[in-house]
């Protein structure tokens, strides 16, 4: 078992570099959401810098913000529906909601990807030489999954709380 304190002293000393994923799977910001979105399904991870066509990085994508643009179109079709329609039977009104949610999925999917990045959305970086401690701090304090590492605004890797994680953990990624 490791101690508390050894996995301290391994973050105040440990780069980033030393944790991250150096192969980071990016998207490209002149693709579509279904690509993105289909991109992250295959690797199996939850979320992936978005790249430019000279691979600088630009912003980061999640699940979270495919999701969160289907909730927000759906909610809307929803409510001009209930405004408008006056359907009372549940029947059709069950029918007519499964018809607006397929509608908002594939409306986001077939979007440009940069129309769902977050219009406020705070780019944080990391840099191979930056300790493990500043990425923690940096996680906790922004509330975010994961954080590119970057090298002259290219992407070299990614350290996410699962790499972290395992860190601390002392097993093998």
């Known amino acids: 078992m490791v101690s508390v304190e050894a996995s301290s ?33 295959e690797a199996d991870i939850s979320g992936a810098p978005v790249v430019d066509e000279n691979g600088l990085l630009v912003a980061v994508i999640s699940v979270t913000d495919i999701y969160r643009a289907i909730l927000q179109r759906f909610q809307k079709a929803r409510s001009l529906r209930e405004l408008t329609a006056g359907i009372t039977d549940p ?5 007519e909601e499964m018809r607006e949610l397929s509608l908002s999925i594939r409306a986001v999917a077939e979007s440009p990807l940069m129309s769902i ?33 970057v090298k002259g605004g290219m992407v070299v890797g990614i350290i996410t709380r699962q790499d972290v994680i395992c860190v601390i953990a002392g097993k093998p990624r």
């Open 117 to 149: 990045i977050p219009k406020d959305q705070k780019l944080l970086t990391l840099a191979p030489e930056d300790s493990l401690e500043r990425a923690i701090k940096l996680m906790a304090e922004h509330n975010v999954n994961r954080l590119p590492v």
């Open 91 to 95: 029947q059709s009104a069950e029918k």
């Open 9 to 41: 002293d391994r973050m105040r000393w440990m780069s980033v570099k030393n944790a991250m994923t150096k192969d980071a799977i990016c998207v490209k910001m002149s693709g579509k959401v279904k690509d993105a979105w289909l991109t992250l399904m």
